[in-house]
């Protein structure tokens, strides 16, 4: 499956940016991915920002909880990363994930994702 990130861009400190990550239409069901969120700033390591499940389960990382919400529309084959309050710290390529699982899985970790996108921007000035 092809995935398709946008959404990023520059904005400044406590404001606000939409990202979605669209499925191509071959890429089978998307209600039965996994799908998750990380993010890499310049010279660091790629992190884990957000993750929901098949049934809907989310789950964040810290740095972002109360700020951020995941969430997936399987009929248009999308999932959303709503980001409120941004902070300079913030600032990275963010990108999506799936992996395909059965329904009862409530964790996926980095490594086990198969399906990558490609990444987008986000540039939060102070």
């Known amino acids: 499956v092809q995935l398709q990130a946008s959404g990023g861009g520059l904005v400044q400190a406590g404001g606000s940016l939409r990202l979605s990550c669209t499925a191509s239409?071959?890429?089978?069901?998307?209600?039965?991915?996994?799908l998750g969120w990380f993010r890499q700033a310049p010279g660091k390591e790629r992190e884990f920002v957000a993750d929901?499940?098949?049934?809907?389960?989310?789950n964040y990382a810290n740095a972002v909880k109360g700020r951020f919400t995941i969430s997936r529309d399987n009929d248009k084959k999308t999932v959303y990363l709503q980001m409120n309050s941004l902070r300079p710290e913030d600032t990275a390529v963010y990108y999506c994930?799936?992996?395909?699982?059965?329904?009862?899985?409530?964790?996926?970790?980095?490594?086990?994702?198969?399906?990558w996108g490609q990444g987008t921007l986000v540039t939060v000035s102070s």
């Open positions: 994930a799936a992996e395909p699982v059965i329904y009862s899985i409530s964790t996926v970790s980095q490594d086990q994702y198969d399906y």
């Open positions: 239409a071959s890429g089978g069901t998307f209600s039965r991915f996994f």
């Open positions: 929901i499940s098949r049934s809907f389960r989310t």
